[in-house]
């Protein structure tokens, strides 16, 4: 039996407009997008057909992909669902694991990764639906997994979130992770206090939009010989 495959990542809106720089925006949509491609390479890895986003011409995906996702497969969906899923979570563990190593190597340990381990683990929402496929009629199959996800995110689960102290000053809504902010900013260079303005304390969220790029190859530019540079906005 074939199944038509609906995943959706977030949070996207709340994670996005959370910004106060045009890079926060710019890194924001490119880390959604790295983990919906998790999902896809997972899913064609188990032999799925992408539905959409539709690949490039060359069979890759395009830089910019949503975060939603669509394939067909004849794959027991508890299984497959579980192998994008996790495809999905590792590469997120990658990212944030990669700004933790990197805060970790110029500040030392400290309270903060704590902090930085408890607010990353419960960031991420993945849900997902599979419903059978029509082949005779593609819309009212896709309309059955609209209908099917938009009941699933009605029955989100919300777990008890602790955040005491001062608030993270890009999203308000994490505490801000408990270091030296000063101290950081000349441990990565950032003496004019460009990347980690002068006043602003951050969660965990917010720090990996601002650091990322440094430390996950993924996140940088590439100019024409393929050589990795961040990239920085007016």
């Known amino acids: 039996m074939t199944y038509l495959y609906l995943f959706q990542i977030g949070p996207v809106q709340a994670y996005i407009t959370a910004a106060r720089r045009t890079q926060d925006l710019y890194v924001g949509s490119r880390l959604l997008s790295l983990l919906s491609s998790a999902g896809i390479e997972a899913a064609s890895a188990n032999e799925a057909e992408l539905i959409f986003p539709v690949k490039l011409e060359d069979g890759t995906l395009?830089?910019?992909?949503?975060?939603?996702?669509?394939?067909?497969?004849?794959?027991?969906?508890?299984?497959?669902?579980?192998?994008?899923s996790e495809a999905v979570h590792q590469r997120w563990a990658d990212i944030?694991?990669?700004?933790?190593?990197?805060?970790?190597?110029?500040?030392?340990?400290?309270?903060?990764?704590a902090q930085f381990d408890r607010q990353v683990a419960s960031w991420l929402e993945l849900f997902w639906v599979a419903v059978r496929y029509d082949a005779e009629d593609h819309g009212a199959s896709y309309s059955e997994a609209s209908r099917a996800m938009a009941m699933r995110r009605q029955a989100r689960p919300f777990a008890p979130v602790d955040e005491p102290g001062p608030k993270c000053s890009l999203t308000g809504a994490q505490s801000a992770l408990s270091l030296n902010w000063d101290h950081l900013a000349?441990?990565?260079?950032?003496?004019?206090?460009?990347?980690?303005?002068?006043?602003?304390?951050?969660?965990?969220?917010?720090?990996?939009?601002?650091?990322?790029?440094?430390?996950?190859?993924?996140?940088?530019?590439?100019?024409?010989?393929?050589?990795?540079?961040?990239?920085?906005?007016?």
Not at 63 to 69: L, N
Not at 96 to 113: C, E, K, L, S
Not at 193 to 200: F, T
């Open 186 to 234: 000349r441990q990565i260079g950032d003496t004019n206090r460009i990347v980690l303005r002068q006043n602003e304390e951050l969660g965990s969220i917010a720090l990996i939009k601002r650091l990322a790029q440094f430390c996950y190859p993924a996140l940088r530019e590439e100019d024409e010989q393929g050589n990795g540079y961040l990239l920085r906005f007016p």
């Open 96 to 113: 944030h694991n990669a700004v933790r190593y990197y805060v970790t190597d110029r500040i030392g340990d400290g309270p903060w990764q």
């Open 62 to 84: 395009p830089r910019s992909v949503p975060h939603r996702f669509v394939f067909l497969s004849d794959s027991d969906p508890d299984v497959l669902a579980l192998r994008v």
